[in-house]
T-cell receptor
Framework: GEKVEQHESTLSVREGDSAVINCTYT??????FPWYKQEAGKGLHFVID?????DRKQSQRLIVLLDKKAKRFSLHITATQPEDSAIYFC????????????FGKGTVLLVSP | GALVYQYPRRTICKSGTSMRMECQAV??????VAWYRQSPQKTFELIAL?????????EQNFTQEKFPISHPNLSFSSMTVLNAYLEDRGLYLC??????????FGPGTRLLVL
């Protein structure tokens, strides 16, 4: 089955800098890649997603890049703010339909003022 | 907007007892509901996926006998953890999809087993 590896377990940046979280996946049939954010003691909050028909997507300060050949995707948070501090999870599924999401292990992002 | 509620938010049960958790989709119809578990220090594992008009599909290591799920309509689902033991503790998330689009998660039910 699909395996998603999230490369950075922790990431510390200073406010205003950019943060990049990288993930790789194994299933070539995966075509949908969402990112979620988990704050302390809470559930998952949808952040942004990308589908395999594009290689870049931006939503305000968030940019997602997808390299299908390398089976790699990444989340770029620009102009970071302390409130961006949280655990970020990448995930992959075979389509944006009803198939299951396979999650990475999460990256703890700490943005210091 | 799309919201997913879960109840209870936190629960404690004695080892060997059972507990039921609920998931409510508000603002959309949940044609698909997925139950995930986040065990301590681990990522999220899919327990089962329930799609309207289809049988509930359980992942390996999870069974209907242990985690029976009900999905009676397009806004509500419940799951019971039967005979809970220490290894069942964790955060149980309900994810609901309005269609083949983004999956929205509830805040989770945190289960502590004593």
């Amino acid at each position: 089955g699909e395996k998603v590896e999230q490369h950075e377990s922790t990431l510390s940046v200073r406010e205003g800098d950019s943060a990049v979280i990288n993930c790789t996946y194994t299933d070539t049939a995966s075509s949908y890649f969402p990112w979620y954010k988990q704050e302390a003691g809470k559930g998952l909050h949808f952040v942004i997603d990308i589908r395999s028909n594009v290689d870049r997507k931006q939503s305000q300060r968030l940019i997602v890049l997808l390299d299908k050949k390398a089976k790699r995707f990444s989340l770029h948070i620009t102009a970071t703010q302390p409130e961006d501090s949280a655990i970020y999870f990448c995930a992959a599924s075979r389509n944006s339909g009803y198939n299951k999401l396979t999650f990475g292990k999460g990256t703890v992002l700490l943005v210091s003022p | 907007g799309a919201l997913v509620y879960q109840y209870p938010r936190r629960t404690i049960c004695k080892s060997g007892t059972s507990m039921r958790m609920e998931c409510q989709a508000v603002g959309f119809q949940a044609t698909s509901v997925a139950w995930y578990r986040q065990s301590p220090q681990k990522t999220f594992e899919l327990i089962a996926l329930s799609t309207v008009n289809s049988a509930i599909k359980y992942e390996q290591n999870f069974t209907q006998e242990k985690f029976p799920i009900s999905h009676p309509n397009l806004s509500f689902s419940s799951m019971t953890v039967l005979n809970a033991y220490l290894e069942d503790r964790g955060l149980y998330l309900c994810g609901a999809r309005p269609n083949q689009d983004t999956q929205y998660f509830g805040p989770g039910t945190r289960l502590l087993v004593l």
